[in-house]
Structures are given as structure tokens and as C-alpha cells.
């Protein structure tokens, strides 16, 4: 797996070899940040439910000021430090429950990326803790990757734009 573009494009993650550990598609990882490359720029992001890093370190290579990423599994905690050390990236990586996570964090994000597990009900509870919490700054975005077979409840936030990449759909959420 590669950076697909940015300042760190071309440069290797480390392979995974865990299989819990679902990383987004080139194809898929390439649409999002083509998508978002004129807003990325400057901006603070939260990689929640961050498996290898691979989307808070593409955040990063198109200019992203600042990335957490959060994970509850020490493998992918592990992983995703090794990438960030290999591509001498300093960031805070952070292993903790999401849920947790959202109900303590002081800070607020432009973009936050939700990848949780399949069909874990996880956005439905995150969704709300992040509206609650306020997580996102005001113009700020959601993406959520889920299985393109999955359906959820995005309240209180409204979809503005959703694709599909195979078994795979990306949803955009703003407030």
C-alpha cells in the first residue's frame, strides 16, 4: 500500500498483516482526497477508528495541519505509529475506545473520518457524542466509509454527498 498523492506520494505503509484490519482501497482513498484536496488544506483532523493510518497519513501528505489518530487495538495503535516513524511524520496516536474518546476530547476538528468496524453500530453511537461534544467546527466535514450493504442513521447531521466504490460507499456528512 502507497500514499497516493501529496507530499508523501509513492512512499510504502507497512504491510498489514492483521485481519481485523480493513484498510481503505487505493481507489477508494484516492476519490476521498481527490474530493477534498481545496479543503484539506491547513486543516486539523480526527482519524477515528485509524487501522493502519493510512487516511490520516494521506490528510497529511495534502496538507492537513494536524492529525489524531485513535484506535482501540494496540496492533493497529502499533501500526499506525510505525508508519507515521517511517515517513518521519510527528502526530499524536492515541489507543483508546472511540466512544471514550469522543466523550473526553477538548478539541475540535475540520475533518473527522469515521472507518469504524462493519455493521458495529458504531456511528450510531458516535454521530451524536461528536454533535454533542461539538467536534466539528462549523463548516467542517464528516466522511464515513461503511460497506456499501450497510444502513445507519446520520442524525443529527445531513448527508450532502455520498458514493460508491464497489462494497464500499463513502458518505459525507456536515452539520
Known amino acids: 500500500m502507497r500514499i497516493n498523492s501529496g ?62 489518530f485513535v484506535d482501540k487495538d494496540y496492533r493497529s495503535v502499533n501500526l499506525t505509529k510505525n508508519n507515521l516513524k517511517n515517513l518521519n511524520i510527528n502526530a499524536k496516536v492515541v489507543k483508546c475506545d472511540a466512544v471514550k474518546f469522543v466523550e473526553v476530547c477538548q478539541e475540535s476538528f475540520d475533518l473527522i473520518i469515521l472507518d469504524p468496524p462493519y455493521k458495529s453500530g458504531l456511528y450510531e453511537k458516535v454521530l451524536p457524542l461528536i454533535y454533542e461534544k461539538k467536534l466539528l467546527n462549523d463548516d467542517g466535514l464528516i466522511v464515513c466509509e461503511h460497506s456499501s450493504n450497510d444502513t445507519f442513521k446520520y442524525f443529527p447531521f445531513k448527508v450532502f454527498d455520498e458514493k460508491r466504490y464497489g462494497t464500499k460507499t463513502l458518505t459525507y456528512l456536515e452539520k
Open 7 to 68: 507530499n508523501f506520494k509513492g512512499r510504502k505503509l507497512i504491510k498489514n498483516k492483521y485481519e481485523h484490519i480493513r484498510p481503505t482501497a487505493d481507489k477508494v482513498r484516492q476519490a476521498l482526497f481527490t474530493k477534498l484536496q481545496f479543503f484539506i488544506q491547513g486543516k486539523s483532523v480526527l482519524d477515528l477508528f485509524c487501522g493502519t493510518g493510512a487516511l490520516g497519513i494521506e490528510a497529511l501528505s495534502h496538507g492537513a495541519s494536524s492529525v489524531i
